[in-house]
């Protein structure tokens, strides 16, 4: 569960990932999907707000693709071809 403590955290963390490049930190903060356009008012739900992870091509990156996932996906078919062809 979110709280307006962890809130507070990856607001500090956005903006410290965001000194030094052309981005406003306060794009790289979203509730419910919408990308803020000016200082968050903190009135909604911890839960609602998502941070960006990182920022590539002056862009804030939101979702970081899984490794973990991939690399299981790669499991599952090895095994499946192991042994179906047994």
């Not at 963390?13 to 930190?25: L, Q, S």
């Amino acid at each position: 569960m979110k709280t307006v403590e962890y809130l507070y955290k990856e607001v500090a963390r956005v903006i410290k990932m965001c000194e030094g490049t052309d981005i406003n930190w306060v794009h790289c903060i979203s509730v419910d999907g919408m990308t803020l356009s000016q200082h968050p008012m903190y009135d909604c739900e911890p839960e609602r707000y998502t941070f960006a992870q990182s920022i590539k091509d002056g862009k804030p990156i939101f979702k970081l693709p899984n490794s973990k996932r991939v690399g299981t996906f790669e499991k599952i078919i090895n095994f499946i071809i192991t042994y179906t062809i047994l």
